[in-house]
């Protein structure tokens, strides 16, 4: 009996409603609430009106993996494609936040700062229902703010043609 109310809620969580169940394609990004390293607060919303990919982390370990995606995607996207680095990180409480956006706009070019959408508490990975995990997921957002791709893997030359093939020739 106790091996079966284990494995019960063992299944309840793995399959509860939102957990782990990364944005899919077609729908809308889930609601969320964020702020850029300048201090701008970001939703949702922000995503429409234009093509939009979000290089995004949910481990700390994962920077290298972005800068690679990051460089191979800034020279092959369409004019006019945004190109956002979402930082879901769930950072050490004890490590004070100043500490934690002074090494993120330290890595980070100033004109860029905007497009870094950053949240240490675990709140923005929650929100877009990612695990932390050390590979990135590649999201292509159409301008009505659905997902039109979702890539969750390290560079490679298949997967980056499967982020530019969502996006048109002329956004």
């Known amino acids: 009996m106790r091996r079966s109310i284990g494995l019960i809620a063992t ?30 607060r970001h939703t949702e919303r922000d995503l429409v009106g234009r093509w939009t990919i979000a290089l995004t982390m949910t481990d700390k370990d994962v920077g290298d993996d972005l800068t690679a995606w990051w460089r191979r995607l800034e020279t092959a996207v369409p004019q006019g494609t945004r190109m956002l680095t979402f930082a879901a990180l769930n950072l050490f409480p004890l490590i004070p936040t100043d500490t934690i956006m002074g090494q993120a706009r330290d890595a980070t070019p100033r004109p860029r700062w905007n497009t870094v959408w950053l949240s240490r508490d675990g709140s923005f990975a929650r929100s877009l229902g990612l695990p932390e995990v050390e590979m990135p997921w590649i999201f292509v957002i159409n301008p009505e703010g659905r997902v039109a791709a979702a890539v969750h893997e390290r560079l490679s030359e298949a997967a980056l043609r499967r982020v530019l093939a969502a996006i048109p020739s002329d956004p």
């Open 11 to 40: 299944l309840g969580i793995l399959f509860a409603p939102g957990v782990h169940a990364d944005p899919s394609v077609g729908a809308p990004m889930p609601t969320f609430a964020v702020n850029d390293l300048n201090g701008t």
